[in-house]
């Protein structure tokens, strides 16, 4: 089984910018796709992004599409999500998922990470 664990959260005013990234370790194969999603208090999980293996197909809400970019950290082998031009809407916890798939036009995650905060004030 593979543990995800994120990075990069915090508070920040709304206009600016976060990176989160995630780490893998224990059993790392067919972790692809990944992506994030995120929750705010009250409202279900809800899918951010998502990028296949080789990183050349990558995938967004149309929330954030525009304003978040998700690439994969060669080094680490894990996605980051840079987040731009940031709302208070984007508040929620950011988690890390593994081994995606696609089921019609719904993204589930199959392993996540504990989450990590984002705060965006207005």
């Known amino acids: 089984q593979v543990q995800l664990v994120e990075s990069g959260g915090g508070l920040v005013q709304a206009g600016g910018s976060l990176r989160l990234s995630c780490t893998a370790s224990?059993?790392?194969?067919?972790?692809?796709?990944m992506g994030w999603f995120r929750q705010a208090p009250g409202k279900e999980r809800e899918f951010v992004a998502a990028?296949?293996?080789?990183?050349?197909?990558?995938y967004y809400s149309d929330s954030v599409k525009g304003r978040f970019t998700i690439s994969k950290d060669n080094a680490k082998g894990t996605p980051y999500l840079q987040m731009n031009s940031l709302k208070p809407d984007d508040s929620a916890v950011y988690y890390c998922a593994a081994s995606l798939k696609l089921i019609g036009s719904t993204w589930n995650g199959g392993s996540w990470g504990q989450g990590t905060q984002v705060t965006v004030s207005s």
């Open positions: 224990g059993r790392t194969f067919g972790i692809y796709p």
């Open positions: 990028i296949s293996w080789s990183g050349l197909s990558t």
